[in-house]
């Protein structure tokens, strides 16, 4: 801390309560590989002579930002937060002080400190980071099951506060005949690619296009085959994520048409032998022998 800050410091403890700094009421949650924004302000804006804004963590030296002589200074700033931490500058001269942290890691949770020096007033307001949340890729339906010939959908949802533009990437791949993963679907920046699928899922599997906006990436597969049955995954990728989630397509049941058939096949058989019966009967009674007897009188 430089002498000037030390003064500055001092003189607020002897002479004022020093400056009102205000910050959020609650810990802030931010998203995996997302920005957020760490407030600080005060409600009467500071002559821009002698202010000097500084943020740092409370658990370590790292110096995230810092507003110096009428700009911030960049350079100060510890590489781990360089070109990612950022003052609103247009905003400081109205007494924001806040910043934007962008690209969030794991490592940003924590404890950040915005202390506000101005003459001969010293302020601080503490933000905290409370939890970073990673992209949660879910399957409602873990397994799945249907006739042959039907229509079955694979789920596979992505967190709503993910938002869609955030998304590089989603796809469906059948994964249970490893190292031989086969592509069935595949969302990329924005567009569907059908013609990724493999040749088995052309014009089969679809997405709900109008579902995408809500996270939900879930996959028809129409007219299923036996040959479908397996395991398939639904994988997520962001600029610093990947999450996925696997839906197993097990029982594969006979469809209507087929069982129809079996059982038209079964009473044909059955009536083949009903009416087969009185015919064996008669032909058994005819092919008969007949023994004929016959009485010869001699005479001597």
Aim: hydrophobic residues 40%.
């Amino acid at each position: 801390m430089s002498m000037f800050r030390v003064l500055i410091s001092a003189a607020a403890l002897l002479t004022s309560e020093g400056l009102s700094v205000q910050g959020p009421a609650q810990p802030l949650v931010a998203q995996l590989g997302g920005s957020i924004i760490l407030p600080c302000s005060v409600e009467t804006p500071l002559s821009m002579e002698e202010l000097e804004v500084e943020w740092k963590r409370t658990d370590e030296e790292a110096l995230v930002h810092l507003f110096q002589n009428g700009e911030d200074r960049p350079e100060a700033q510890h590489q781990s937060y360089r070109d990612r931490a950022h003052f609103f500058s247009e905003q400081i001269f109205k007494g924001n002080f806040s910043i934007l942290l962008e690209n969030i890691t794991v490592a940003d949770t924590g404890i950040y400190r915005c202390v506000v020096f101005s003459y001969q007033n010293v302020g601080e307001i503490s933000v905290t980071i409370q939890h970073v949340e990673r992209v949660v890729v879910t399957a409602e339906d873990p397994t799945v099951s249907a006739r042959v010939g039907e229509d079955v959908v694979l789920n596979c949802m992505v967190d709503s506060h993910i938002p869609p533009e955030r998304i590089d990437e989603v796809s469906w791949k059948k994964v249970d005949k490893k190292p031989d993963i086969i592509p069935v679907l595949l969302f990329q920046n924005g567009t569907i690619f059908p013609g990724s699928s493999h040749k088995r899922y052309r014009d089969r599997a679809e997405f709900f296009r109008q579902e995408i906006l809500k996270g939900n990436f879930s996959m028809r597969l129409k007219n299923v085959q036996t040959a479908d049955k397996g395991e398939y995954m639904c994988e997520v990728h962001t600029e610093n994520s990947v999450s996925s989630a696997t839906v197993e397509f097990g029982r594969l049941g006979m469809s209507a048409l087929h069982i129809i058939t079996l059982i038209l096949c079964f009473i044909s058989l059955l009536l083949t032998f009903v009416l087969s019966i009185p015919v064996t009967v008669y032909i058994s009674k005819k092919g008969r022998p007949r023994i004929k007897y016959a009485f010869v009188t001699i005479v001597n």
